[in-house]
C-alpha cells in the first residue's frame, strides 16, 4: 500500500485524507488506486502515464480503447462530434486511438486524473450532455446505438434490385447486338452473293470477247481465258471483291488457277460408250452397265445392270431417268457409285477439300483425287461450225459446188468424193483419206449409172472394196490438216460430247477409242510444245499416231471449247463474308446461254 500511495502522490493528487477512520492499507480509493495502473497503464504502472512518456508501440487492445480516452476527446472537442466524427487528432478515435495517448501528452494532463474516479464522475453529465446533441447519422468508422436495422435491409434489396436490373440489361443489350450482328452477316452475305455474281459476269463478257476475236481470227482455240490472273484475281468491286478460279491439273501445273475451264475438257457421260466408261479407274463392268440402263430409254436389264425393278425395291423407291443424266450428282443414284468414287475428296464439287471459307486457296493448292466427278460431264456441246463461225459443209450429203466452195477442194476432188459416198458411208473426216479419183468422168456426171465392181483384193479401207473402181488417192494428210475444220459428217446443228483436245486431260484423253496412256500423253507434250491443235487433222502429226487410230478417235474430238464453267467467290473485305456461285455457260457466237447454276454448298 505504501507503493500505491508514493504513486498516487506522484501523480499529483493529494494524500491527505485517502485513510478516514482506517489506516492506509484500508484506504478503498488506495486499493482501486493500486489496481487500476496494472489494467490500464502502458507499462502495468503509473509512470508509464507520466505527459513525458511516449506511448509504447505495443499497446494491448484494451489500452487502445479506452473508454476515458473517448469520453477525453468528446469533452475536450465536441464540436468534431457533432460530423459524426472525432477531429481532435484528425483521424478517428476508433481507428488510431493510439495518437490519442500522445495528444494527452501534449495536453500535460496525466494519465492518472484522466482515468481517476472523481474525473470520470465530474465530465459524466458532460458526456452524456454530448451524447444527446450527436446526430444518429454518423459517417463510416464510427457507430451508435441510434442506428435502425431496418434501413440496412432497405440498403440490401435495393442493392439486390441494382444487381437485376444490371443483368437484364446486360441481356437486352448482348441480344440486340446479336441481331444487329446477324442482320449485318446477313446482309453482307447478300453483297458476297452479288460480288459473285459480278464475277461470272464478267467471265460471261470477257469468254464472248474472246469468241468474237477467234472467229474473226478464224483459230479454234487461245487458252487466253483459262488462267489470267489479271483479269479474275481479286478484282475489288465497291466493299468487297472477287475472283474467278478452278484447280489445275498436274499437266497444267496444279494449283489454283484464276480463269474459267471447259466442259469439252471432261467426258460426257450422256455420250460415251461402255468401252470409254470402262477405261476410269476403279470403274467395274457392273457398274458401267448399271449406267447405261439409267440412261437408255428401254427397261431391259443389261446384264449385271439394273432397271427399275432394283431402284423400287429402295427405301425410298424411285425411277431410273432412262434418258440423259441432269447432273453429274444424279449418278449418285446409280447402283454401285458411291460418293467415294463419284466425289473423293471434293466433296462439294468445287475442286477444293473440306475446310474453312478462310483456308479455301490454301486447300486448293493441294494434290487431291477429285473422282469421277473431275472427269465427267454432262453439259458439253458446241456448233457445227468452223472457227470463223461458218456453217460446214456436210462431205455425206452435199454436192460438187458446195465441196467446191471449200477452199482446197477442187473440181475433181469434189468429184471424186461424190463418187466415193455412193458405195461407202464416210463415218469420220478420217475416211477422206480413203477417197480416191473416179474412174472416168461420165460415172461422176451420172450418179444414177450403176458402177461396176473393182478386182477383189484391193487394199482394205479403200474404195474399191466397195465396188469403186481404184485410182490413186486424192486427199492426203497435209491436205486434210487445211481442209478439215470447213468439213463435217453430221447433219445436226449441235455436236455433243466431244472432247477437246486443247485441254483434256491425260485421263480423258486415255479414255478414248484407240488411245492409250502412251499415246495421251504424246498429245498432252505435243500441244505443250508445239501449240494448240489447228484442227483434229493434226493429230496426225503427233508422234505414234496412224491412220487406222486416227478413224477411231476422229469423230469423238473437236479442237474447239464452247461450254464453260464458271467458279466465282465474292468476298466482303470489312467482315470476311464469302458467297460462291458456278454457272455453266454455252458461248455463241449469237448468244450466251447459261446451261446450270448452282449456288447451294460451294
Not at 485513510?19 to 508509464?48: H, I, M, V
Not at 465497291?238 to 466442259?263: A, I, K, M, T, Y
Not at 443389261?302 to 432397271?307: D, F, R
Not at 493434226?538 to 487406222?548: A, E, I, M, T
Request: proline content about 6%.
Amino acid at each position: 500500500m505504501k507503493a500505491a500511495v508514493r504513486r498516487y502522490a506522484r501523480a499529483g493528487f493529494p494524500v491527505q485524507g485517502l485513510c478516514p477512520g482506517g489506516t492506509a492499507e484500508n484506504s478503498p480509493t488506495l486499493q482501486r488506486w493500486d489496481r487500476w495502473p496494472k489494467r490500464n497503464s502502458p507499462e502495468g504502472t503509473a509512470e508509464g502515464c507520466r505527459p513525458d512518456s511516449a506511448v509504447p508501440s505495443g499497446l494491448a487492445e484494451t489500452q487502445m480503447h479506452d473508454p476515458t480516452l473517448k469520453r477525453w476527446a468528446i469533452l475536450r472537442h465536441p464540436s468534431g462530434m457533432e460530423n459524426g466524427v472525432s477531429t481532435a487528432l484528425g483521424v478517428s478515435v476508433y481507428r488510431k486511438p493510439e495518437l490519442w495517448w500522445r495528444r494527452l501528452a501534449s495536453e500535460n494532463l496525466p494519465c492518472a486524473s484522466v482515468r481517476s474516479p472523481a474525473f470520470r464522475r465530474r465530465d459524466v453529465g458532460r458526456v452524456r450532455a454530448c451524447r444527446i446533441r450527436m446526430p444518429c447519422r454518423l459517417k463510416a468508422g464510427l457507430q451508435t446505438k441510434c442506428s435502425r436495422p431496418e434501413e440496412a435491409s432497405v440498403l440490401i434489396a435495393v442493392l439486390w434490385c441494382l444487381v437485376l436490373l444490371s443483368l437484364v440489361v446486360i441481356g437486352v443489350l448482348h441480344t440486340a447486338r446479336m441481331d444487329l450482328l446477324v442482320v449485318k452477316n446477313y446482309g453482307d452475305r447478300i453483297q458476297a452473293h452479288y460480288l459473285a455474281m459480278a464475277g461470272v459476269e464478267k467471265a460471261k463478257a470477257l469468254l464472248y470477247q474472246d469468241a468474237r476475236e477467234r472467229s474473226r481470227s478464224a483459230r479454234n482455240h487461245s487458252g487466253a481465258l483459262f488462267d489470267s490472273a489479271d483479269q479474275f484475281r481479286d478484282v475489288h468491286l465497291g466493299r468487297g471483291q472477287f475472283r474467278v478460279f478452278h484447280r489445275g491439273r498436274p499437266d497444267e501445273g496444279g494449283g489454283v488457277l484464276f480463269g474459267v475451264s471447259d466442259e469439252e475438257s471432261r467426258l460426257n457421260v450422256n455420250n460415251a460408250s461402255a468401252d470409254e466408261l470402262g477405261k476410269l479407274n476403279d470403274m467395274t463392268p457392273d457398274i458401267v452397265a448399271a449406267v447405261l440402263d439409267w440412261r437408255d430409254e428401254d427397261n431391259q436389264v443389261s446384264p449385271g445392270g439394273a432397271e427399275s425393278e432394283y431402284y423400287l425395291s429402295l427405301q425410298p423407291p424411285y425411277h431410273p431417268r432412262n434418258g440423259p443424266l441432269q447432273t453429274i450428282r444424279e449418278l449418285l443414284m446409280v447402283r454401285g457409285i458411291t460418293p467415294e468414287l463419284l466425289l473423293a475428296a471434293d466433296r462439294h464439287q468445287n475442286g477444293s477439300l473440306e475446310s474453312s471459307d478462310n483456308a479455301a486457296t490454301d486447300s486448293l493448292r493441294d494434290i487431291l483425287d477429285l473422282g469421277w466427278a473431275g472427269l465427267l460431264t454432262v453439259d458439253s456441246v458446241i456448233n457445227n461450225v468452223n472457227a470463223a463461225g461458218i456453217d460446214r459443209v456436210n462431205v455425206q450429203s452435199a454436192d460438187e459446188a458446195a465441196l467446191t466452195g471449200v477452199k482446197g477442194i477442187s473440181s475433181d476432188i469434189a468429184k471424186a468424193i461424190v463418187a466415193y459416198r455412193r458405195q461407202n458411208r464416210l463415218n469420220s473426216l478420217a475416211d477422206l483419206l480413203d477417197v480416191v479419183a473416179a474412174s472416168n468422168q461420165n460415172q461422176a456426171d451420172n450418179p444414177n449409172q450403176p458402177i461396176s465392181p473393182g478386182p477383189p483384193n484391193q487394199n482394205p479401207g479403200s474404195a474399191a472394196q466397195g465396188g469403186t473402181p481404184p485410182g490413186p488417192k486424192v486427199i492426203d494428210e497435209n491436205l486434210l490438216m487445211d481442209i478439215a475444220d470447213d468439213l463435217t459428217t453430221d447433219s445436226g446443228t449441235d455436236l455433243s460430247g466431244l472432247i477437246n483436245l486443247n485441254t483434256a486431260s491425260l485421263e480423258v484423253l486415255a479414255c478414248l477409242p484407240g488411245i492409250t496412256r502412251e499415246l495421251a500423253q504424246a498429245i498432252v507434250s505435243f500441244r505443250q510444245s508445239n501449240g494448240f491443235f489447228p484442227n483434229i487433222a493434226w493429230l496426225l502429226k503427233v508422234q505414234g499416231f496412224n491412220r487406222d487410230i486416227f478413224k477411231q478417235v476422229a469423230p469423238r474430238v473437236t479442237a474447239r471449247s464452247e461450254t464453260y464453267r464458271i467458279l466465282s467467290e465474292g468476298k466482303v473485305d470489312s467482315t470476311g463474308a464469302r458467297q460462291r456461285i458456278q454457272e455453266i455457260v454455252h458461248i455463241g457466237l449469237r448468244a450466251v446461254t447459261t446451261v446450270s447454276y448452282r449456288e447451294d454448298d460451294l
